[in-house]
């Protein structure tokens, strides 16, 4: 504790002298703004869902909440027929948090798939992993992102005593309170729209995605990188309608290819490849695309027979040491034809914040942390940051204490910081060594996979870690 | 711009008006006196020795602790207050309750009792804590509806608030009084029937000699000298037997322990150092007939007992 005090002292120290904060400004503005008690700013998912929770919880039932969005508010009257490209894989401990404020049950009402079975495997060899739960329970549920936006939406307005949300919102300045308050300085972030309307609030949270305006605002560092590499999401329809509850990802070595079940007859496609090859598949015909897709999952022309060989030497000593029941490869639901204009492609990336908290602010979501679609992990990670931080603030606010108070917050922050390190950088080292072709890393990684696909512990380790 | 990160804002506020014009003005200001000194934070300011790292090392240390056994406190007023009101309402807890805390300081724990809804009224004869509290409470609009501050003594309102208040809080405050017995008196005047006090003190031990003086004053510095007259401490025995013999009845003793390590307060069993007592003023009997009912079914549950045990039976004939 006390290195991480001194080694936070030092940095404050340094970011107050150097850093684009403004210390002790005095604020002149009006003393008759409005004061929240908190401030989401940025309505996507994980903003919407923070609003839920917190205008949902118990202890906050006289507090004033304010969620602001840059974009207009998205009104679904009838739920369209075609699927939306965008679509995100929630975990059963995202499924909860989501339930708790009641949003689950539209998503329900509309609609979602559920999967049961996870195959994940390499295009270099026949090494593969398979994850299920023992008695198929769900593993996950694969949901519009516009569903979930909506079912967000739908319960924010059955709280709107407590929750004001603000559309086409954007913030263009914040001011910070000093951190020893002057007598005539009022102790509280200050924000300013870009119509010139001024707000105060106890607590700033950014879920501004991972440009955050609240990060740079508050000089947070981040550590990001770009990948070479871009993903193409897409609407597919399967040859044959089929039972549909398995989620099948490839890694190819240009980048993973996965195939999410939508319905009987549909799947969503994920495929982060290279910027060039994915302009590529954007722009070309859907034909050529449907080849692409399916060649991408069947197609062995990667396999060599070095490795073929060291794979099935070790399946052998595996099958020696304990009867697995056998995980034959499968193979995917071939694709017929993809929906028209539902190819997209966007830049993928890496980004981690320093600190996710400091007096007054904190960060969520995509704004604290940007990682590879791989795992399927990104808003469940925002998710996770959502409910340590409600339960945080709940039992603040049942203690009468100050909610931007750093005593809470930096709780926040070990809790989230501990788990999304971790996960951020095991995921970053999956796509780097899953990104070659070259034997030796080939070999290291199909041994790998399959000793883990053979370690069952191991594998409901990682799942019970994944579905936080 | 110094301050580690724990200090946070709601210790940072308890440094007072430090600033670029809080250091050049100090001298020309007035010094606290020691007695209401440890109750005040704020006055930090106000006694600034010069060597700055040391001071800031102090005063940081010092904020940081009060924050952190302010949350144990506000905890366990929170809990025993629920604990007599029937349905409260979520997110006001507290609300419909009138709470006087005396000694408030710079409004450590006016504050939190306002976040959760109570009515408070904080009292202190320092007019300058007063005017930081009422500062700081200026800039929360809910809170600056549900507190009141006044600058004066307990003493001074007894007249004008006999039985108004459903609890009265003094922390850190009767270790520094001339005349413990008064005070409790007073507490107990404005206190309704069946209204609740805390008091939270420093034991007189040993041990609270060896650390509360030697330690904290002498060595490590972090309260200033004379804050705390070692006489003074009151035990909770002593306490016990006032609030008995002026009509309050003790529910609970419980001591508080400070982990430097962690940087937490904890309850314990021990209270040979700092400790809360919560005690409750007996309801008063309203019309003489209830009297006579107590003691009728007061003699009729003995009759009760005696039936079934013939020994009481005998007890009773005596």
């Keep these: ?468 | 711009m110094w301050g580690g990160r724990k200090l946070g804002s709601s210790g940072g506020w308890f440094l007072g008006v430090l600033g670029p014009g809080g250091r050049s003005t100090q001298a020309a200001r007035p010094l606290i006196s020691p007695a209401v000194y440890a109750k005040n934070q704020l006055s930090w300011t106000l006694q600034i020795k010069p060597g700055v790292f040391s001071e800031y090392r102090t005063m940081w240390f010092k904020s940081y602790r009060m924050t952190f056994s302010c949350l144990n406190r506000i905890k366990n007023f929170r809990d025993n207050l629920l604990k007599t009101i029937p349905n409260h309402q979520p997110g006001k807890p507290l609300s419909g309750m009138k709470i006087l805390d005396v000694g408030c300081g710079g409004g450590l724990l006016t504050e939190p009792l306002g976040r959760l809804g109570a009515s408070v009224i904080g009292i202190d004869p320092v007019d300058e804590n007063i005017k930081t509290a009422l500062c700081h409470k200026s800039f929360d609009p809910v809170l600056d509806k549900r507190i009141e501050y006044r600058v004066c003594s307990l003493e001074e309102i007894v007249e004008e608030t006999p039985e108004t208040f459903d609890a009265v809080v003094a922390s850190e405050v009767v270790e520094h009084v001339t005349d413990l017995e008064t005070f409790l008196q007073c507490c107990c005047q404005v206190l309704k029937p069946g209204g609740s006090l805390f008091i939270t003190t420093i034991n007189k031990t040993q041990l609270s000699y060896a650390l509360g003086i030697v330690f904290s004053e002498l060595i490590a510095g972090i309260v200033p000298k004379g804050t705390h007259t070692w006489e003074k401490f009151v035990s909770p025995e002593t306490l016990e037997s006032i609030l008995e013999s002026n009509g309050l009845s003790v529910q609970t003793v419980i001591g508080m322990l400070y982990n430097p390590f962690s940087g937490y307060w904890h309850w314990s069993e021990n209270t040979s150092l700092n400790y809360v007592a919560h005690s409750v003023k007996s309801r008063v009997q309203e019309y003489p007939m209830s009297a006579e009912f107590v003691l009728k079914r007061e003699t009729e549950e003995l009759q009760a007992t005696a039936c079934t045990n013939p020994a009481g039976h005998e007890e009773l004939k005596k």
């Excluded at chain 1, 001024?198 to 990001?224: E, Y």
């Excluded at chain 1, 969520?364 to 942390?369: K, M, P, V």
């Excluded at chain 1, 080292?429 to 883990?452: D, E, H, I, M, N």
């Design chain 1, 1 to 468: 504790m006390a290195a991480r005090l001194v080694r936070r002292w030092g940095a404050v120290r340094a970011a107050a002298h150097s850093g684009p904060l403004v210390p002790c400004r005095r604020w002149s503005g009006a003393s008759t703004d409005t004061v929240y008690d908190v401030v989401v700013s940025g309505g996507g998912l994980v903003g919407a869902a923070m609003a839920c929770a917190l205008g949902y919880d118990v202890h906050f039932h006289d507090k004033k909440i304010l969620l602001l969005e840059a974009g207009p508010k998205k009104v679904l009257e009838k739920l369209s027929e075609t699927y939306s490209n965008r679509v995100s894989s929630i975990s059963p401990g995202s499924a909860t948090l989501l339930s708790s404020f009641g949003a689950w049950d539209h998503i329900c009402n509309m609609r979602y798939r559920a999967f049961r079975r996870m195959q994940v495997w390499d295009a270099c060899s026949e090494a593969l992993i398979m994850f299920d739960k023992d008695n198929l329970d769900d593993m996950g549920y694969i949901v519009e992102n516009d569903v979930i936006m909506h079912a967000l939406t739908k319960q924010l307005e059955a709280v709107s005593d407590r929750v004001t949300v603000l559309y086409r919102s954007k913030a263009i300045r914040y001011t910070w309170p000093c951190p020893f308050p002057m007598a005539d300085s009022s102790p509280w972030v200050h924000i300013t729209l870009g119509d010139g309307s001024t707000f105060q609030t106890k607590l700033l949270i950014g879920a501004d995605g991972h440009n955050s305006g609240v990060r740079q605002a508050a000089g947070i560092q981040n550590v990001s990188w770009n990948y070479d590499q871009s993903a193409v999401v897409a609407t597919l329809h399967l040859s044959e309608a089929t039972e549909n509850n398995v989620a099948w990802q490839r890694f190819l070595p240009s980048g993973p290819i996965a195939l999410l079940p939508l319905s009987d007859t549909l799947s969503s496609l994920v495929w982060s490849t290279s910027h060039e090859h994915a302009a590529e598949l954007v722009s070309m015909d859907e034909e050529q695309f449907v080849d692409a897709v399916n060649s991408a999952f069947w197609s062995d022309a990667d396999h060599t027979d070095f490795i073929d060989t060291a794979g099935a030497m070790l399946q052998y000593a595996v099958g020696l040491l304990k009867p697995t029941k056998v995980s034959a490869r499968q193979l995917p639901p071939s694709v017929a034809r993809v929906d028209a204009k539902s190819r997209v492609l966007f830049p993928l990336g890496l980004g981690h914040a320093a600190e996710y908290v400091r007096p007054r602010v904190a960060l969520i979501g995509d704004a604290a942390h940007r990682v590879h679609p791989l795992a399927g992990q990104g808003v469940n990670m925002g998710f996770g940051d959502i409910s340590s931080l409600a339960h945080h603030l709940s039992t603040a606010a049942f203690n009468g204490k100050d909610l931007g108070s750093m005593s809470h917050l930096t709780g926040y922050e070990t809790d989230r910081q501990r788990h999304n390190t971790a996960l951020l950088a095991a995921i970053d080292l999956l796509k780097r060594l899953y990104s070659t072709s070259a034997t030796p890393l080939v070999l290291l990684r199909t041994w790998g996979l399959q000793a883990t696909n053979a370690v069952s512990p191991l594998k409901e380790q990682i799942m019970a870690f994944a579905s936080k």
